[in-house]
C-alpha cells in the first residue's frame, strides 16, 4: 500500500476503463492528429467566449468517454477535474450539467496527473466503483490569462511554449470491471510530488521552472518502488518541451541514469514544432491529458507499452506572482500505468 | 463505506489529531477572537505584498498544528490544501518550505471541506498514517482579485460579505493514533457535493449563489445516511451569511425540515456584523477553516456536540465569467464530524 517516502502501489490495480481527448485545429493538424478523437475546426466550439469553448470541450471529452466505455453518467460517482483559469471556471461552468459531486484540482499543467492519481486512489479504497478524471486546456483563454490579447500578436522567445487547445477525460474503475479487462489499462502505483523552487523566474521558459520538479518525482519514484529506469518502457513527462527536456536529462545524468531514449515528453510529441511554429514544445493541463487519451493509452492497450511512468508537470506561475518578483516553483505527479496485457 | 448515491462512511474513523488557527487583526476583534490561535496585528504579517501575507499564514497555521499535535513535518505524508486565488498561489508559495507532497484544490470558499474530505479518505484507506488539510483567504489579496483595489474606497451592498483574512490547518491521522484518542475528534464520514446552478448573477449576494448548493448537499447527506436533521448538534455552514442563511433555512422548511435552531453559518459567526460593519458576514476559505479550528473543533473536544455536519460552501465565481454575464454557480462539501467523546 505505503511504497517508500511518498508512494502508493495498489494491490488491486484500479483499471483505465475507458478515454477520449478532444482538441483543436492545430493539434487536429500535429503529429498525434490521426490518433485524437475529436478534432474541433472552430476553436469557439461554437460559443460565444474562450472560456465558454473550453467548458464545451470539457463537456464533450467527459460525454465522450462515457459513451466509449458504455458507462451512464449516474454510474459514476465522483469526479476530479480541473483547468488553468483562475477559480478552475473552464470546470465549473463544463462539469455543471455532469451533476456528479466533484472535487475541483489545480495543479497548474499537471493536473491530468493529480486527477488520475485521486480517481484511483478513491477507486481502489472502494469509495467509488468509477470516477471521472477530466484535465483541459486552450490556446485563447490561457494566452489571456497569462500573457497576452491574442490581437496584440507579440513575439516569443524560442523557450516558449504553445498551450494546447484540449482535454482529454478517464474513466476509472475498480479491478475486474471491465468488459475485457485482460486488454485495460490500469494505474499499478502513483508518487505525488511535491513542489520544487529552484528559483526559476523566466515565464517564457517553464521547461526550466518544471525539471528540476520532474527529476525530483523521478528519483522518489525510483527509490520509492526500488527501481530504476529500466523498470519503464516510457518515462512521459508533461510538457517540459525542448528546453526542459534537455535539462531534466542533464540532471538525471548526474545520478547516472540516462534517460535519453525511454524519455517522451507530451510538449515535444503533440506538435511538429518546425512546421507548426510552436518554439519549445506544446503545455497546458491538455497537453499531457490529449496525449495520454490519443498516444498513451492506445499503446499500453496493444501491449506495445507493458508499463510507463506518466508524468504530468506543473509550471506554479500566476501573473500576480509573477509581476511581484517571484519565481516560479514547479511540480510533477506521477502516475505508473501498466499494459493489460502484462497479466 | 459507499454510503447511499454520494457519501463514505468511515468504519474506523480518521482523527482530527490537531489544528491551528491563524488570523488577521479584525477577526481577531471579533466574537471567535479569544479562540483563534494567532491574531496578527499587521494584516501584511510582515510581508512586501498581500499575497506573500497570505503564503505566510499558512505556513504559520500548518507549522503551528504541527507542533501542538507534537508533529514533525516528515511524519505527514501528504497535503491537501487550497485559497480562492487565480492559480493557488498563496498556497505554492505558502507551503513549499513544508515539502510534502501536494494536492492543490481548489473548491471556494468550500475548500477546507473538500481538503478534510480527502484528507480523511487518504488516511482511512491507508495511503498515509499522517495527512494536512488547508485553507486560507486574505481580504486584501481577495478584494484585489475578485472586485476592486482597497485604495477605490468603494461602497458595499447589505448583502456583501466581507473575506476573512485567516487560514486553519489540521492534521488528519488514523483511527487509533492520537495521544488521547478519547477526547480527539474524528471524522466519521463525508457527503461530496455537486455544482448547483441556480442562475444567481449578483457577485455582491454569494449567499444566494451557495444556498442551494447548501440545501443539495444537506438532503443528500440525510438521503444517504438515513438520517434527518436531528441526527446532527449542528449544521454548520460556511459563508452564506445573512441573506443565504435565509434562504436555506426557507429551502430546507420546504421539505419540512426546520433548521432555525441547529444551523449555524462560519460567516455570520466569526463578526460582530453590526459594530464590525462586515453587513451580510464572513465568507473566503480562511472563514469556515478558521471557525472550524477556533470554535467547533473545541466543542467536540469539550463533548458539548457530539455530532456536526461541517459543510463549507463555495460561490464558482471568476471575475473573467462574471463580466462575460455567467452566473454564479455553488458547492459545498459535508463532512460529519463526530466528538470523541461519544465512545
Known amino acids: 500500500m505505503q511504497r517508500g517516502k511518498a508512494s502508493i502501489e495498489f494491490e488491486e490495480p484500479p483499471l483505465i ?21 475529436v478534432i474541433e475546426r472552430d476553436d469557439r466550439f461554437g460559443m460565444e ?3 465558454q469553448a473550453e467548458s464545451a470541450m470539457q463537456k464533450q471529452a467527459a460525454d465522450l468517454a462515457l459513451e466509449k466505455g458504455g458507462i451512464r453518467r449516474k454510474e459514476v460517482r465522483y469526479l476530479f477535474a480541473g483547468d488553468l483559469l483562475g477559480q478552475l471556471i473552464a470546470t465549473s461552468f463544463g462539469t455543471v450539467d455532469l ?11 499537471s493536473t491530468m496527473g493529480e486527477a488520475l492519481m485521486l480517481a484511483a486512489m478513491t477507486v481502489h479504497a472502494g469509495y467509488a466503483d468509477r470516477t471521472l478524471a477530466v484535465a483541459s486546456s486552450h490556446f485563447a483563454t ?8 491574442l490581437a496584440y500578436g507579440n513575439q516569443r522567445p524560442y523557450s516558449a511554449t504553445w498551450t494546447v487547445t484540449g482535454c482529454g477525460a478517464a474513466v476509472i474503475g475498480k479491478a475486474g470491471s471491465g468488459k475485457n479487462a485482460k486488454n485495460t ?8 510530488g511535491r513542489i520544487v523552487d529552484l528559483g526559476a523566474q523566466d515565464s517564457m521558459n517553464m521547461g526550466a521552472a518544471m525539471a528540476p520538479a520532474a527529476a525530483h518525482t523521478i528519483r522518489q519514484n525510483f527509490e520509492d518502488f526500488g527501481v530504476d529506469a529500466a523498470y519503464y518502457d516510457k518515462i512521459i513527462t508533461g510538457d517540459l518541451g525542448e528546453v526542459g527536456r534537455k535539462l531534466l536529462l542533464d540532471m538525471m545524468k548526474q545520478d547516472g541514469t540516462d534517460l535519453t531514449d525511454i524519455h517522451m515528453d507530451c510538449g515535444i510529441r503533440i506538435y511538429d514544432s518546425e512546421k507548426q511554429d510552436t518554439h519549445a514544445g506544446g503545455s497546458g493541463c ?16 496493444s501491449g506495445e507499452w507493458k508499463r510507463v511512468l506518466f508524468l504530468p508537470t506543473g509550471a506554479l506561475l500566476s501573473t500576480v506572482s509573477f509581476n511581484e518578483g517571484k519565481s516560479i516553483p ?7 500505468i501498466e499494459s493489460g496485457m502484462t497479466d
Open 17 to 37: 476503463l475507458s478515454d477520449a481527448s478532444v482538441a483543436g485545429k492545430k493539434e487536429g493538424e500535429g503529429p498525434l492528429g490521426k490518433w485524437i478523437d
Open 49 to 51: 467566449t474562450w472560456e
Open 99 to 109: 451533476e456528479i459531486p466533484l472535487f475541483g484540482l489545480y495543479g497548474a499543467c
Open 142 to 149: 490561457a494566452e489571456k490569462q497569462f500573457r497576452f490579447p
Open 185 to 192: 489499462p490500469r494505474i499499478t502505483g502513483v508518487t505525488p
Open 286 to 301: 491538455g497537453c499531457s491529458a490529449v496525449t495520454l487519451c490519443a498516444y498513451v493509452l492506445p499503446r499500453l492497450r
Open 330 to 336: 514547479g511540480i510533477a505527479h506521477g502516475v505508473v
